[in-house]
């Protein structure tokens, strides 16, 4: 079955800290994978995605993520993180830019002074 | 360029209520998909729209149903409401279904079925 996993529902860093968000996912063919982030009362913005080419993918607002087949896993990273980037992120994993794209169930970051 | 907009932003219906949620595309975008993003959840494919048509559908019951008019704006309706139809509903669009075309998503419209 096609799914995207999540492990961390939340995660707590502190500001300047660096920030890895894990991300596996499950599917048949080869996968076209994206990170999104949602502020509270907002849509989701998309970060980067990933269709093919370098596995290593940089994204807006500093973040970054490497996909790696062998592991099933699109591991998004940023070196030093902001207060403003406390929100939800999502994984998501899709046959094309949108059509019956699959969610993680999202990991809530909370930034600390 | 205008974004994606999504009305009305809060709704309340009572279980067995009918409701319609409505959804203005990107400008150029042909292409409208709706999720349901239950509270804590990741969002969840409802349905999408290519030029008119229902390109597909995820796992949700024939009691939602949408439209897309000749303007690519979109309609979501859901018929019976039950309780667990409580939640986010988000409109995307794109340029059209080809692949790594990117989504760009509206702010949602909440719905509380009571």
């Known amino acids: 079955a096609q799914s995207v996993t999540q492990p961390d529902i939340h995660i707590t860093v502190s500001e300047g800290a660096s920030l890895e968000l894990r991300c596996n996912y499950s599917y048949g063919a080869t996968p076209y994978l994206f990170w999104y982030v949602q502020s509270p009362g907002q849509g989701l913005q998309l970060l980067l995605k990933y269709f093919s080419g370098d596995t290593l993918v940089q994204g807006i607002k500093g973040f970054e993520a490497e996909f790696k087949r062998s592991q099933s896993s699109f591991n998004l990273r940023k070196p030093s993180v902001h207060w403003s980037d406390a929100a939800e992120y999502f994984c998501a994993v899709g046959p094309s830019g949108g059509f019956k794209t699959i969610f993680g169930a999202g990991t809530r970051l909370f930034v600390k002074a | 360029e205008t974004g994606v907009t999504q009305s009305p932003t809060h709704l309340i219906k009572t279980r067995g209520q009918q409701v319609t949620l409505r959804c203005s595309s990107q400008?150029?975008?042909?292409?409208v998909s709706w999720y349901q993003q239950a509270l804590g959840q990741g969002p969840q494919f409802i349905f999408q729209?290519?030029?008119?048509?229902?390109?597909g559908r995820g796992n949700f019951p024939p009691r939602f149903s949408g439209l897309q008019f000749p303007n690519y704006s979109s309609e979501l309706n859901v018929n019976a409401l039950e309780l667990d139809d409580s939640a986010l509903y988000l409109c995307a669009s794109s340029r059209g279904e080809g692949e790594g075309e990117t989504q760009y998503f509206g702010p949602g419209t909440r719905l509380l079925v009571l």
């Open positions: 400008s150029g975008h042909n292409t």
């Open positions: 729209y290519y030029r008119e048509e229902e390109n």
